[in-house]
């Protein structure tokens, strides 16, 4: 991780790294995830840079921010249909943007899931009442870098954002506690094809299955 040095004098992390199951949490959401961004999660946890950007996370204290969760499913959602009726210009195709963030006013920080290799992913940044977009050529944990100190100044976010303190703040649980992942093992993507295509959802024959439709499947096959 070769900005973490710089996101760390920036935003110090808490004392205590976290443990998290990368292969049961992979498996959940049907693809492997960058290595820096594991990296940040164990380092920080869940909470908020800045006062003002929430990254998802595997432990995320409430729906809105967990990784596992319904959120991101529903922004892709969200973005397919502004692409299909031209609401706003979304610039890639949904199926290959995953929410990993958001901010206090809206916006959301998507990984751009192309090409295979998640290490080589870069970040999107949409806008949260327009069609403006932010593309960063860098991954995730270069891209907190850059913006928290000054390199990179992104149009969505706020002119005065880093005005005052730049640190990380950790989230405390509320009254919402995420389930956690039940896989338990590869999951059989051929299984969930073949149920998707007899349920009427439209999928690709190879690569990754939509998260919706993982979600739509476990809900169907749910013990």
Known sequence: MTDGPTLTRLCPPPDRSMTIRWDTVEADLGMPLPRDY?????????GQFCDYLSIFHPHG?????????PVPGRVRAHLRKDHDEGTFP????????????????????FWITTPADPDAWHVAVNEA??????TYDGNLT?????????????????SDLLSGPRGFTPSHPTLWKPEPPTSHG?????????????????????GRIPLEVHEAWKQANRT
Do not use: C, M
């Open 38 to 46: 594991k990296e940040l999660a164990e380092r920080y946890g869940p």
């Open 142 to 158: 270069a891209f907190l870098a850059a913006v928290l100190d000054g390199r990179t100044q992104v149009p969505q976010f706020p």
């Open 61 to 69: 204290v409430a729906e809105s921010v967990n990784l596992t969760g």
């Open 186 to 206: 590869p999951v059989d993507t051929a299984a969930i094809r073949a149920w998707a295509q007899a349920h009427g959802y439209d999928v690709p024959a190879r």
């Open 90 to 109: 979304v610039p890639y195709d949904p199926d290959q943007l995953f929410a990993i963030g958001s901010t206090d006013n809206g916006e959301y920080l």
């Open 129 to 134: 009442r327009g069609p403006r977009w932010f």
